[in-house]
Protein backbone atom coordinates (compact mmCIF):
# COMPACT_ATOMS: atom_id res chain seq x y z
CA UNK A 1 0.00 0.00 0.00
CA UNK A 2 2.26 3.13 -1.07
CA UNK A 3 -0.08 5.89 -0.56
CA UNK A 4 1.40 9.47 -1.43
CA UNK A 5 4.96 8.70 -3.01
CA UNK A 6 7.17 11.96 -3.82
CA UNK A 7 10.34 11.68 -6.44
CA UNK A 8 13.06 12.55 -5.86
CA UNK A 9 13.52 12.30 -2.16
CA UNK A 10 16.62 14.80 -1.83
CA UNK A 11 17.94 17.37 -4.84
CA UNK A 12 20.34 19.69 -4.85
CA UNK A 13 20.29 22.71 -7.23
CA UNK A 14 22.30 25.53 -8.42
CA UNK A 15 20.70 29.23 -8.92
CA UNK A 16 18.82 29.20 -11.98
CA UNK A 17 18.22 25.50 -12.41
CA UNK A 18 14.78 24.37 -13.02
CA UNK A 19 13.39 20.74 -11.47
CA UNK A 20 10.01 19.12 -11.44
CA UNK A 21 8.90 17.23 -8.32
CA UNK A 22 6.47 14.79 -8.84
CA UNK A 23 3.60 13.56 -6.55
CA UNK A 24 1.59 10.05 -7.14
CA UNK A 25 -1.01 8.67 -5.07
CA UNK A 26 -2.55 5.22 -5.14
CA UNK A 27 -5.94 5.92 -2.98
CA UNK A 28 -8.45 7.54 -5.97
CA UNK A 29 -8.38 11.17 -3.91
CA UNK A 30 -10.10 13.95 -5.57
CA UNK A 31 -7.54 16.87 -3.58
CA UNK A 32 -3.83 17.25 -3.93
CA UNK A 33 -1.31 19.24 -2.36
CA UNK A 34 2.18 20.84 -2.06
CA UNK A 35 3.23 22.29 1.16
CA UNK A 36 6.29 23.48 2.11
CA UNK A 37 8.72 23.31 5.21
CA UNK A 38 10.64 25.62 6.54
CA UNK A 39 11.59 26.08 10.31
CA UNK A 40 9.42 27.91 12.63
CA UNK A 41 6.79 28.62 9.70
CA UNK A 42 4.78 25.49 10.35
CA UNK A 43 3.97 24.03 6.80
CA UNK A 44 2.85 26.37 4.25
CA UNK A 45 0.74 25.67 1.18
CA UNK A 46 1.88 26.58 -2.35
CA UNK A 47 -0.56 25.08 -4.94
CA UNK A 48 -3.75 22.59 -4.78
CA UNK A 49 -5.74 20.91 -7.11
CA UNK A 50 -9.44 19.81 -6.34
CA UNK A 51 -9.38 17.36 -9.44
CA UNK A 52 -8.26 16.19 -12.35
CA UNK A 53 -7.12 19.32 -14.98
CA UNK A 54 -7.67 21.85 -12.12
CA UNK A 55 -4.92 24.18 -9.84
CA UNK A 56 -4.86 26.64 -7.28
CA UNK A 57 -3.31 28.88 -5.68
CA UNK A 58 -2.49 28.40 -2.08
CA UNK A 59 -0.41 30.83 0.27
CA UNK A 60 2.97 31.27 -1.26
CA UNK A 61 2.67 30.48 -5.29
CA UNK A 62 5.39 32.46 -6.51
CA UNK A 63 8.27 30.53 -8.01
CA UNK A 64 6.22 27.54 -8.50
CA UNK A 65 4.21 26.32 -11.09
CA UNK A 66 1.72 23.09 -10.81
CA UNK A 67 0.32 20.93 -13.02
CA UNK A 68 -2.41 17.54 -12.77
CA UNK A 69 -2.75 15.95 -16.08
CA UNK A 70 -3.96 12.76 -14.27
CA UNK A 71 -6.00 12.04 -11.56
CA UNK A 72 -3.21 10.10 -9.42
CA UNK A 73 -0.52 12.67 -10.39
CA UNK A 74 0.31 16.10 -9.48
CA UNK A 75 3.60 17.69 -10.34
CA UNK A 76 5.62 20.84 -8.95
CA UNK A 77 7.91 22.52 -10.92
CA UNK A 78 10.49 25.13 -9.91
CA UNK A 79 11.72 27.01 -13.42
CA UNK A 80 14.32 29.38 -12.14
CA UNK A 81 15.70 28.10 -8.71
CA UNK A 82 16.53 30.45 -5.74
CA UNK A 83 18.23 29.87 -2.45
CA UNK A 84 14.79 31.10 -0.96
CA UNK A 85 13.31 27.66 -2.32
CA UNK A 86 15.39 25.49 -0.26
CA UNK A 87 12.97 23.43 1.60
CA UNK A 88 11.31 20.32 2.59
CA UNK A 89 8.42 19.97 0.50
CA UNK A 90 5.25 18.12 1.04
CA UNK A 91 3.07 16.27 -1.64
CA UNK A 92 -0.49 15.45 0.47
CA UNK A 93 -3.64 14.20 -0.77
CA UNK A 94 -7.55 13.71 0.64
CA UNK A 95 -11.00 12.27 -0.61
CA UNK A 96 -13.29 14.97 -1.68
CA UNK A 97 -15.38 14.69 1.82
CA UNK A 98 -13.66 16.62 4.57
CA UNK A 99 -11.06 14.56 6.66
CA UNK A 100 -7.73 14.50 7.04
CA UNK A 101 -4.66 14.92 4.50
CA UNK A 102 -2.34 11.75 4.00
CA UNK A 103 1.01 13.38 3.37
CA UNK A 104 4.32 11.71 1.27
CA UNK A 105 7.49 11.37 2.88
CA UNK A 106 8.91 14.44 1.97
CA UNK A 107 11.19 16.00 -0.58
CA UNK A 108 14.50 17.82 0.81
CA UNK A 109 15.48 20.68 -1.88
CA UNK A 110 18.55 22.69 -1.72
CA UNK A 111 19.22 25.31 -3.94
CA UNK A 112 23.04 26.60 -3.83
CA UNK B 1 -0.04 36.93 8.88
CA UNK B 2 -0.21 33.81 11.10
CA UNK B 3 -3.71 32.42 11.01
CA UNK B 4 -2.94 29.57 13.11
CA UNK B 5 -0.28 29.95 15.81
CA UNK B 6 1.78 27.37 18.08
CA UNK B 7 3.61 29.91 20.63
CA UNK B 8 5.70 27.37 21.85
CA UNK B 9 8.20 25.97 19.64
CA UNK B 10 8.85 23.24 22.39
CA UNK B 11 7.76 21.19 25.27
CA UNK B 12 9.55 18.45 27.76
CA UNK B 13 7.06 16.42 29.97
CA UNK B 14 8.62 13.13 31.64
CA UNK B 15 7.11 9.90 30.64
CA UNK B 16 3.52 9.08 32.28
CA UNK B 17 2.44 12.27 32.82
CA UNK B 18 0.09 14.57 30.80
CA UNK B 19 1.64 16.66 27.83
CA UNK B 20 -0.75 20.16 26.85
CA UNK B 21 0.08 21.47 23.59
CA UNK B 22 -1.78 24.51 22.33
CA UNK B 23 -2.95 26.37 19.28
CA UNK B 24 -4.62 29.51 18.83
CA UNK B 25 -6.17 30.69 15.54
CA UNK B 26 -7.50 34.26 14.49
CA UNK B 27 -9.78 33.71 11.34
CA UNK B 28 -13.79 33.12 12.93
CA UNK B 29 -14.54 31.09 9.67
CA UNK B 30 -12.14 28.30 10.68
CA UNK B 31 -14.43 25.28 11.56
CA UNK B 32 -12.46 22.28 11.89
CA UNK B 33 -9.29 21.27 13.42
CA UNK B 34 -6.79 18.87 13.04
CA UNK B 35 -4.02 17.97 14.87
CA UNK B 36 -1.17 16.17 12.91
CA UNK B 37 2.02 14.56 14.38
CA UNK B 38 5.38 14.22 12.20
CA UNK B 39 8.49 12.21 13.06
CA UNK B 40 11.77 13.50 11.60
CA UNK B 41 12.27 12.43 7.83
CA UNK B 42 8.88 10.85 7.60
CA UNK B 43 5.33 13.09 6.66
CA UNK B 44 2.97 14.24 9.10
CA UNK B 45 0.26 11.72 9.73
CA UNK B 46 -3.09 12.70 11.48
CA UNK B 47 -3.44 12.07 14.99
CA UNK B 48 -7.31 13.79 16.05
CA UNK B 49 -9.56 16.54 14.49
CA UNK B 50 -12.54 18.70 15.93
CA UNK B 51 -15.70 20.16 14.43
CA UNK B 52 -16.58 23.36 15.59
CA UNK B 53 -20.16 22.24 17.12
CA UNK B 54 -17.74 20.03 19.59
CA UNK B 55 -16.06 21.44 22.22
CA UNK B 56 -14.36 17.96 22.90
CA UNK B 57 -13.22 14.87 21.24
CA UNK B 58 -11.29 11.54 22.38
CA UNK B 59 -9.40 9.13 20.80
CA UNK B 60 -7.81 6.93 23.12
CA UNK B 61 -4.79 9.04 25.20
CA UNK B 62 -5.67 11.56 22.61
CA UNK B 63 -7.92 14.41 23.80
CA UNK B 64 -8.82 17.85 21.79
CA UNK B 65 -10.23 20.40 23.28
CA UNK B 66 -12.09 23.05 21.51
CA UNK B 67 -12.85 26.78 23.15
CA UNK B 68 -14.35 28.80 20.34
CA UNK B 69 -15.08 32.19 22.59
CA UNK B 70 -10.97 32.27 22.84
CA UNK B 71 -10.27 30.58 19.46
CA UNK B 72 -8.07 28.52 21.04
CA UNK B 73 -7.75 24.51 21.14
CA UNK B 74 -5.05 22.11 22.99
CA UNK B 75 -4.20 18.85 22.59
CA UNK B 76 -3.63 16.39 26.02
CA UNK B 77 -1.63 13.49 25.80
CA UNK B 78 -2.54 11.07 28.97
CA UNK B 79 -0.23 9.63 30.10
CA UNK B 80 2.72 10.72 27.61
CA UNK B 81 5.16 7.77 25.95
CA UNK B 82 8.37 7.98 24.27
CA UNK B 83 6.67 6.84 21.21
CA UNK B 84 4.73 10.72 21.27
CA UNK B 85 8.08 12.30 20.91
CA UNK B 86 7.62 14.17 17.85
CA UNK B 87 6.65 17.06 16.07
CA UNK B 88 2.94 18.18 16.66
CA UNK B 89 1.24 20.53 14.27
CA UNK B 90 -1.83 22.24 14.31
CA UNK B 91 -4.36 22.91 11.59
CA UNK B 92 -7.49 24.56 10.95
CA UNK B 93 -10.11 24.92 7.63
CA UNK B 94 -13.15 27.11 7.03
CA UNK B 95 -15.41 23.91 5.43
CA UNK B 96 -18.49 26.41 5.36
CA UNK B 97 -16.94 29.06 3.09
CA UNK B 98 -14.10 26.95 1.09
CA UNK B 99 -15.34 23.63 1.49
CA UNK B 100 -12.28 22.44 3.91
CA UNK B 101 -10.38 22.74 0.21
CA UNK B 102 -7.46 24.39 2.27
CA UNK B 103 -5.93 23.42 5.64
CA UNK B 104 -4.13 26.04 6.99
CA UNK B 105 -0.96 25.12 9.93
CA UNK B 106 0.78 26.41 12.99
CA UNK B 107 4.44 26.45 13.55
CA UNK B 108 4.53 23.12 15.20
CA UNK B 109 5.61 22.14 18.53
CA UNK B 110 8.54 19.64 19.20
CA UNK B 111 7.10 17.32 22.10
CA UNK B 112 10.07 15.04 23.78
CA UNK B 113 9.05 12.57 26.67
CA UNK B 114 11.58 11.78 28.94
CA UNK B 115 11.98 8.72 30.60
Known amino acids: NAGVTQTPKFRVLKTGQSMTLLCAQD?????MYWYRQDPGMGLRLIHY???????AKGEVPDGYNVSRLKKQNFLLGLESAAPSQTSVYFC???????????FGEGSRLTVL | DQQVKQNSPSLSVQEGRISILNCDYT??????FLWYKKYPAEGPTFLIS?????DKNEDGRFTVFLNKSAKHLSLHIVPSQPGDSAVYFC??????????????FGQGTRLTINP
Open chain 1, 27 to 31: MNHEY
Open chain 2, 91 to 104: AASARRIQGAQKLV
Open chain 2, 50 to 54: ISSIK
Open chain 1, 92 to 102: ASRTGSPGELF
Open chain 2, 27 to 32: NSMFDY
Open chain 1, 49 to 55: SVGEGTT
